[in-house]
């Protein structure tokens, strides 16, 4: 403990949830006070940007819908992303584990001869896989070779990006391509159904509710789980308690990328209805999901809350663009600014500030201590 003027700073071992929510809390807040400053540069007053923005986000039954739609990615990739962080393994690689799915899914429809739902199931059970397999690739280069896995995930982002590109220019293009590059339209069985009045793919939001759900019970009941908390506590701790450091990060890898997969199916099957290119499929909903799960704070579930935070940021993009005409991407400053603060605010959680009790000693000098 040390003193301060007036004031006891004490330091936390463990920050309580109190705390965790404040602060992020805080460090969102601030995050949207300094992206005014952006809309001051615009000429637009941020009262009334903010305002435009509620209504045509929270403010409608559409602008709720595109909220919706937004976070359904998001979920997915956010939920996967607690799961490796958890395990202290810094996955950078949602994007291309996305466009993994995607990939899958797109050689599902257009090739496997499957009936009715049933090619559906084949789409989401391919995305999953691939997605996984792509994760696991970085943690046996980490496991194996001490490859730096925040290295190693985002170069695999700009391969699938690129093995992407290639199929929708080369063998899997459009009959009827013109201008943008795309495959062949998938067949009605192969889409994703809607919740009536909107472009909300309900099958992707059960899967996403029920992933968060489902991970949440890993890392608190199973083995695995608890095997995941150890390692992401102490390596060398795992290690003399004979935890298979290999096995443990290449499980949540494989599941981190498979939930990630999931999304990538989703969007194919639930928005376009065909592969495009990875900027059409995924508007860097695997980097929004960092912030996401960052957080979340390693909760699965809180992850859900968190996703819809930011498919609201992504759904504003429309409103800033459209009614405030100015550009789109300033909803990635949005999303830079927030991670920027979250990072910055990290070490408060683990301080304690409060008055000194009446009557205490005190030396007169700021940093004493009496304890």
Not at 127 to 139: D, Y
Request: hydrophobic share 55%; charged share 15%.
């Amino acid at each position: 403990m040390r003193r301060v003027g007036p004031l006891l700073v004490e330091r936390r071992i463990t920050p309580p949830r109190s705390a965790v929510i404040g602060v992020s809390a805080l460090a969102v807040v601030i995050a949207l006070l300094v992206a005014a400053i952006i809309f001051w540069g615009y000429g637009v007053s941020p009262w009334q940007a903010y305002a435009a923005i509620a209504r045509g986000t929270v403010g409608s039954r559409d602008g709720i819908n595109e909220i919706l739609r937004r976070s359904l990615p998001l979920i997915l990739c956010g939920v996967g992303l607690t799961l490796a962080f958890r395990a202290q393994f810094w996955n950078i690689g949602a994007e291309g584990q996305l466009l993994a799915g995607a990939v899958a899914a797109t050689g599902v429809a257009l090739f496997a001869p499957l009936p009715g739902p049933w090619l559906l199931l084949a789409m989401f059970a391919a995305g999953f896989l691939a997605g996984g397999a792509w994760g696991i690739v970085p943690a046996l280069l980490r496991a194996k070779l001490h490859v730096n896995e925040v290295i190693s995930t985002l170069m695999m982002n700009y391969i699938m990006i690129y093995i992407v590109e290639w199929l929708i220019h080369g063998p899997w293009k459009g009959a009827t391509m013109r201008g943008f590059a795309y495959s062949d339209f998938f067949p009605a069985a192969a889409r994703l159904p809607w919740i009536p009045g909107s472009r909300v793919h309900w099958p992707t939001l059960v899967i996403g509710v029920a992933a968060a759900v489902a991970v949440a019970l890993i890392l608190a009941r199973t083995r695995l789980g608890y095997e995941i908390r150890v390692v992401g506590q102490s390596t060398d701790a795992a290690r003399y308690a004979g935890i298979d450091f290999l096995r443990v990060i290449a499980w949540a890898m494989f599941l981190s990328g498979g939930l990630a997969a999931l999304a990538g199916v989703g969007e194919v099957a639930g928005v376009h209805f065909r592969l495009r290119s990875p900027t059409h499929i995924s508007m860097g909903y695997g980097y929004t999901a960092i912030i996401v799960a960052w957080l979340a704070r390693g909760s699965p579930l809180a992850a859900v809350f968190t996703a819809l935070l930011f498919g609201l940021i992504f759904a504003a993009g429309d409103v800033i663009k459209v009614a405030l005409r100015m550009p789109f991407q300033i909803t990635g400053v949005f999303n830079g600014l927030i991670l920027f603060f979250l990072i910055g605010s990290e070490m408060l959680m683990y301080w304690r500030v409060r008055l000194a009790p009446k009557g205490e000693r005190w030396t007169g000098r700021a940093g004493s201590s009496e304890r």
